[in-house]
């Protein structure tokens, strides 16, 4: 599966962006799919995932803000995400998986999230 995340962008803080994560030879209805993100200097965090199930999962500093969602029929992913924060600065990847025996992977280029004070 390829992926590819766009939707990133300069926002304030407060702001609001949306970012997709389009799939290219599988749909998400067949994988588990989920958000990662790497700040300047530091190594890849998990942010939230998204189950075949539908099922949703979120790391703490997000809870609240963050919203992830998909929808098989155009085979994307998105994540919404409100009152960003400077510390929400990085670079974001989206990720699949078959099931819970494998870990996250098919990483495209990612999108470059800035959050300004």
């Known amino acids: 599966v390829q992926l590819q995340a766009s939707g990133g962008g300069l926002v304030q803080a407060g702001g609001s962006l949306r970012l997709s994560c389009a799939a290219d030879?599988?749909?998400?209805?067949?994988?588990?799919g989920a958000w990662f993100r790497q700040a300047p200097g530091k190594g890849r965090e998990f942010v939230a995932a998204?189950?075949?199930?539908?099922?949703?999962s979120y790391v703490d500093s997000v809870k609240g803000r963050f919203t992830i969602s998909k929808d098989n029929a155009k085979n994307t992913m998105y994540l919404q995400m409100n009152s960003l924060k400077p510390e929400d600065t990085a670079i974001y990847y989206c990720?699949?998986?078959?099931?819970?025996?494998?870990?996250?992977?098919?990483w495209g280029q990612g999108t470059l999230v800035t959050v300004s004070s």
């Open positions: 998204i189950l075949r199930s539908g099922t949703t």
């Open positions: 030879g599988g749909t998400f209805s067949s994988y588990d």
């Open positions: 990720g699949v998986r078959r099931n819970s025996a494998y870990r996250y992977g098919g």
